[in-house]
Nanobody, 129 residues
Framework: VDLVESGGGLVQSGSSLRLSCAAS????????MAWYRQAPGQQREMVAT????????NYAASVKGRFTISRNSADNTIYLQMNSLKPSDTAVYYC???????????????????????WGQGTQVTVSS
């Protein structure tokens, strides 16, 4: 699975941005998709997640009510609408896809389900005060 993010940029506090992440490759195996971000000197943190059908979402407390994640399964793209941006939202934003392969037998009637994480290259979002 290849992921390509776009839509980042430099904006003023209170502005809006919309990030996009287009997935290609074995997209049929994708389950959960998500946005993460990493600010300088800090660990990467989850921003928002969305289920396969787009009916279940989850947000970090710091962005709840300001950011909205959505998914277009027809073209394997997810979006992050970011409103009321703050300087603390400044970070590189990464798209993540989780895939699940068919279970593999490991013997004794047991199975192992391979799961993989894929990451995009990231897109910079800078919010000035």
């Amino acid at each position: 699975v290849d992921l390509v993010e776009s839509g980042g940029g430099l904006v003023q506090s209170g502005s809006s941005l919309r990030l996009s992440c287009a997935a290609s490759g074995t997209t049929f195996a994708i389950d959960l998709m998500a946005w993460y971000r990493q600010a300088p000197g800090q660990q990467r943190e989850m921003v928002a997640t969305i289920s396969t059908g787009g009916d279940s979402t989850n947000y970090a407390a710091s962005v709840k009510g300001r950011f909205t994640i959505s998914r277009n399964s027809a073209d394997n793209t997810i979006y992050l609408q970011m409103n009321s941006l703050k300087p603390s939202d400044t970070a590189v934003y990464y798209c993540k896809a989780e895939t699940t392969d068919p279970p593999l037998p490991t013997g004794g009637g047991k199975f192992y389900t391979p799961r993989y994480d894929y990451w995009g290259q990231g897109t910079q979002v800078t919010v000035s005060s």
